[in-house]
């Protein structure tokens, strides 16, 4: 199987210097500050000459969280709130003592990295201790804003808000008005008390700033934000908002010109509307008619020989809006691989490419298939209850889509490849102790209408799911408690049920399992679970994490689900040090392991790593990480068949970033990993950023990669004298990869408004099967090459991709059988232009082009010339599409 890249998430930034206000003993109490009512009116131009900008009390006394941590910043920071029955509006003066030398900036899309001065201003409206809004701004008036308050944070939130910057010779100036119908927060009071945080950095001297201190080996966020008081909201924001949009797409895609379903210049066209109605200023309901789910970023290119699916992740509005809303928890790890999160939602699912055949017999020919469900309408009700109960809940519905199918008498047929399905999910969240303990519980159903016997033979007719989760912090937010649960059914046909128990998520018909394939089965059910406890806050951190999924859990209706019948354990120690030295500014180790076991008893996973970070003074960042990994059992390499041995590997990687704010940025990494068979794997990958002026930026980042493995799984082939694999020959062969990648992006942003957007991403691979062969026997790491240790391997004459194997040469009575030739060299160029306009607030215009091309041979091996050449010449569909909206709001 070809190597999988370890994921590797290190939760804590290190920080720079020690506050030196720890001597402190006893605790500062949060700052301060009011908001006052307006009495005139505010004209935004960011230029703050009115009244209330010279009168209201601000919030000011900065202190540096870098690169002198616990001083008072170097730059004043003057910021103030006023507001009025519509909105609240935000006043803040950034003062530079070199004035507008002082000021860098850069004009960037709407949530891009900004990479400039910027002001952030976060609320926590509900005051919970646990949600926050974001806005940030910088001087030339770029926003980004997320959305935290069910949880995590959710940058695709784009809310309607308006702000005007101005530099002059004091530094530069913001002014916000962020509309009360675009936030949400507890019902009208007399008096309203949010927790409130401001962030600055000042690029020029690297220096971010806060208003609420804490400490950069402390927790942080919500809980130790300070207050804004005095808001006195009387009367309820604005109702309802509607955004109707129009979609025109012309399609040029190659294809087969006797098809008769083929039209090679396709136009098409839709129309519809999402709607958001404010039920209480803190609950929300989204709703969709005949919606666009369309995306504007092409997925990249992957090349994937394994039994797993390739997960892509979610990139549609309607649904990375409010996320948050609807998660149990999440995976944490200082340093951790292979291992998956118990998730319960992945949007993806709904709206998927049909699932069934649409080549039910031997006379079909031709098939003029749909490539996405088509979601007839969808609602999200997401929010929070005065009591502390946050709500999410979402369903849609997706059509029955049917192919039509020409036959080679040239009669037509129809058949169901996705039939009428409900997509249902809601979680509600609880919080306790002020924040410091949040319990969820959350349910997803997946229900279908299958009406034909193709379908109640290949689908399941319900998938539901159930979990409950709670995170708990204590010791003054120094240790953290994470667990959660969660079960599973699936309902439907025996034929369905063993489709899904043979599917490479389970392999219940692997002979030697104690958990045997059951035919007769109607229903699936299982239970999966994590928990985590760690120490969160100080300079030496601890974790002790548990995850587990019994045999029958599967979600993999509602979610990305991979693989169940697993216990699996990690630790880890975390030292990091904060006070700079002559040698750097910030240094941390991570030192750990994980095992893992099937619900067998079988070592599947076991490894030892060790992690370093590094910032140097000149804010150069180094990390780099090691793993052993011992041999170990492996339930899949088979596929389906008895359990076999892995070999265990050494891995060592290395990654060097430069300065991110110099105009030129450099990125490289390289990672080379050998098991204990003598075959390796070599990457590098080098990105490279330039920013020849404020507003243009390019990136270009080639890849380079080689992998050989001894064990990539070929064929299983039935032969009732391999009694020792009980009736069957597992081939696999020798696996030669090379990667030849180009990431390249060039953004030009004309105004904040106005961005145009390029991504390219040519890729050549190649994969050269040799040496098939076979493991000597269940539960061993020794292979048997065919025509060296065992059997024979013919090659006919002129017919180079076969190979005829005799597992038992000629005088064994196993029958000979044929191996294809699977060696390959691909080749893709993907890419896109997007030209986004946003010409009044809220209503944006896109001008797309997608181009996406591919061709392979069977050569094995890379050719540049030839092969970058092709990219050129092969087939490749192009896609134009113009889409607008507009913005209303009630």
């Known amino acids: 199987m070809p190597r999988t890249p370890p994921i590797c998430l290190v939760l804590l930034a290190v920080a720079p210097p020690a506050s030196l206000i720890a001597q402190n003993i006893h605790p500062t109490p949060p700052p301060e500050v009011r908001a006052v009512p307006l009495h005139e009116a505010v004209h935004l131009d960011g230029k703050l000459d009115e009244v209330v900008w010279h009168t209201a009390p601000a919030a000011t006394g900065l202190r540096q969280a870098q690169p002198h941590e616990g001083e008072v910043a170097t730059q004043r920071t003057e910021v103030r709130f006023a507001f009025d029955g519509a909105a609240l509006y935000v006043g803040a003066r950034m003062f530079d003592d070199s004035g507008a030398r002082g000021v860098r900036t850069r004009l960037v899309r709407r949530d891009a990295d900004m990479n400039s001065d910027y002001l952030e201003v976060i609320f926590d409206t509900y005051h919970d201790h646990i949600g926050r809004l974001f806005f940030q701004v910088n001087p030339s008036g770029v926003k980004m804003d997320a959305n935290g308050l069910g ?395 548990g995850n587990v999924r019994t045999p029958g859990f599967d979600n993999n209706d509602m979610t990305f689900f991979s693989r169940g019948d697993y216990i699996w354990m990690s630790g880890n120690i975390l030292r990091q040090w904060t006070t700079p030295t002559k040698g750097y500014r910030q240094l941390l180790f991570i030192l750990g392991g994980q095992q893992q076991y099937n619900f067998d008893g079988d070592l599947t996973d076991r490894e030892v790593h060790w992690y370093g970070q590094i910032t140097t003074l000149n804010y150069w960042g180094v990390s780099t990480f090691w793993i052993h990994r011992a041999n170990v059992f492996d339930d899949r390499l088979t596929r389906g068949g008895p359990v076999v041995r892995s070999a265990g590997s050494e891995d060592w990687f290395v990654n060097v970033n430069t300065d991110s704010r110099k105009k030129v940025v450099l990125g490289s990494n390289g990672d080379i990993s050998c098991d204990r068979e003598g075959y390796c794997y070599r990457s590098f990958n080098l990105q490279v950023q330039l920013r020849p002026a404020s507003n243009i930026q390019l990136t270009v980042g080639p890849s380079l990669s080689h992998q050989e493995t001894g064990a990539q799984y070929v064929q299983t082939v039935p032969d009732t004298f391999a009694k020792s694999f009980y009736g069957n020959h597992y081939v696999f062969a020798q696996l030669i990869q090379n990667a030849i990648v180009m990431q390249t992006r060039f953004n030009v942003t004309l105004s904040p408004v106005l961005t145009l957007e390029l991504y390219l991403q040519p890729l050549i691979a190649s994969g050269a099967y040799s040496q098939y062969r076979e493991f000597a026997g269940p539960r061993q790491l020794r292979k048997l090459v065919y025509g060296v240790d065992v059997g024979t391997d013919s090659v006919p004459a002129g017919s180079p991709q076969q190979h005829w194997i005799d597992p038992d040469g000629p005088t064994g009575p196993a029958p000979k059988f044929l191996i294809n030739d699977p060696s390959f060299t691909f080749r893709s160029l993907r890419g896109n232009a997007v030209l986004r306009w946003e010409y009044r607030p809220g209503s944006t215009l896109f001008v797309v082009w997608t181009r996406n091309g591919s061709s392979d041979v069977t050569r094995g091996q890379i050719d540049f010339g030839t092969d970058a050449g092709a990219l050129l010449r092969g087939p490749s569909a192009n896609v134009f599409l113009v889409k607008m909206n507009y913005w209303l709001g009630f």
């Open 151 to 545: 949880g995590g944070s959710d940058n695709s939130w784009d809310p309607v808000w308006e702000v005007k910057t101005a530099i002059d010779s004091l530094g530069w100036t913001a002014e916000m008005r962020i509309p009360f119908s675009q936030l949400r927060f507890s019902s009208t009071t007399a008096e309203q008390t949010w927790g409130l945080q401001i962030w600055r950095q000042e690029n020029r001297l690297n220096e971010l700033s806060q208003w609420a201190f804490w400490k950069l080996n402390e927790t942080g966020g919500p809980s130790k934000f300070g207050h804004l008081h005095g808001l006195v909201i009387t009367t309820a924001p604005e109702r309802a908002e509607l955004l109707p949009y129009v979609v025109g797409r012309s399609s040029n895609v190659p294809g087969n010109t006797a098809n008769p379903f083929y039209d090679p210049h396709a136009l098409d066209g839709r129309v519809g509307m999402d709607a958001r109605v404010l039920l209480t200023s803190n609950l929300t309901l989204n709703a969709t008619v005949n919606p666009d789910f369309g995306q504007v970023e092409v997925d990249p290119a992957v090349v994937n020989l394994t039994d797993f699916e390739t997960f892509l992740s979610e990139r549609r509005p309607f649904f990375v809006e409010g996320a948050g809303y609807f998660g149990l928890g999440g995976l944490n790890c200082f340093f951790c691989s292979n291992v998956s999160s118990l998730a319960m939602l992945s949007t993806r699912r709904i709206g998927r490419a049909p699932q069934l055949s649409a080549y039910r017999d031997t006379l079909d020919q031709y098939v003029d298939r749909p490539q996405n469900t088509t979601i007839l309408g969808a609602a999200k009700l997401t929010g929070r209850t005065p009591s502390g109960w946050s709500i999410g809940a979402l369903d849609a519905v997706t059509r029955r889509e049917r192919a039509l199918v020409q036959r080679l008498d040239s009669t037509r047929v129809g058949y169901t490849v996705e039939p009428l399905t409900n997509y249902f999910v809601s979680r509600v969240a609880k919080d306790l102790a002020g924040g410091a303990t949040q319990i969820k519980v959350m349910g997803t159903s997946v229900y279908r209408s299958l009406g034909d016997s193709f379908a109640v033979s290949n689908l399941t007719r319900s998938a539901d799911a159930l979990g409950v989760g709670t995170e708990i912090w204590w010791g003054k937010h120094t240790y953290h408690l994470m667990a959660q649960a969660a079960g599973t059914e699936l309902i439907g046909d025996t034929a369905a049920i063993h489709k899904v128990q043979v599917s490479p998520r389970h392999y219940f018909q692997r002979p030697d399992r104690s958990h045997p394939l059951d035919p007769t089965r109607t229903s699936l059910t299982g239970l999966g679970a994590y928990t985590r406890v760690a120490r969160e806050e100080g300079s030496l951190l601890w974790e002790l994490s």
